[in-house]
């Protein structure tokens, strides 16, 4: 089976643009969740798709989003970009949430 | 709110030594897991053990075991004749038997590994 996939590997922007990262998780699993990992901060949940619908959030401000589709791809949104979003962005998944996590490589954002 | 600390940023250990990583958490709940995470240079994050708090049979995989302390909130990571391949970030994390997969990551210990 192939693991967690995160598109693009790395990505560069400017403050005030918005971005979206692309996350297919392993087959067959329906729980989508999201982390951002910072050195300052650490790891952060931002939130956990599951079924299409969000179970869980972080404390993350609306700049922060996410939507997960029928085939269990999902996607993160953040709007208005800030200097303080850069950061490594890991998605994991599971086969219904409560199980193991498998972790993709994240996609590294810089914001300039 | 649950957290999770690692008290030791920086950890080294001579090759085919033991080494043992310590963990402390806080939470009300009596039902919980606990998990150490793995992260090379690669970036990806990988599950190296998995303890249910409901069983007191310390969890082991291979060359890894914890001691789960539940009283004292305690979860330390060991790693057996350690291999150049250990050398990594390790992360200790707790989820709720609640929350899906939310977890709460304590902020890492980076394991040196000497030939």
């Known amino acids: 089976k192939a693991g967690v996939t995160q598109t693009p590997r790395y990505l560069i922007k400017t403050r005030g643009q918005q971005v979206t990262l692309s996350c297919s998780p392993i087959?067959?699993?329906?729980?989508v969740s999201w982390y951002q990992q910072t050195p300052g901060q650490g790891l952060q949940f931002l939130f956990e798709?599951?079924?299409?619908?969000?179970?869980n959030k972080g404390n993350f401000p609306g700049r922060f989003s996410g939507r997960q589709f029928s085939n269990s791809r999902s996607e993160m949104n953040v709007s208005t970009l800030e200097l303080g979003d850069s950061a490594l962005y890991l998605c994991?998944?599971?086969?219904?949430?409560?199980?193991?996590?498998?972790f993709g490589s994240g996609t590294q954002l810089s914001v300039l | 709110a649950q957290t999770v600390t690692q008290s030791q940023p920086e950890m080294s250990v001579q090759e085919a030594e033991t080494v043992t990583l310590s963990c402390t958490y806080d939470?009300?709940?009596?039902?919980?897991?606990l998990f150490w995470y793995k992260q090379p240079p690669s970036r990806q994050m990988i599950l190296v053990i998995r303890?249910?708090?409901?069983?007191?049979q310390n969890a082991t995989e291979n060359r890894f075991s914890v001691n789960f302390q539940k009283a004292a909130k305690s979860f330390s990571l060991k790693i057996s004749d350690s291999q150049l391949g250990d050398a990594a970030m390790y992360f200790c994390a707790y989820r709720s038997a609640s929350s899906g997969d939310k977890l709460t990551f304590g902020t890492g210990t980076r394991l040196a590994v000497r030939p």
């Open positions: 798709y599951f079924s299409e619908t969000q179970r």
């Open positions: 087959s067959g699993h329906r729980s």
């Open positions: 303890q249910e708090a409901y069983k007191q």
């Open positions: 994991a998944s599971s086969e219904a949430g409560y199980e193991k996590l498998f």
């Open positions: 939470t009300s709940e009596s039902d919980y897991y």
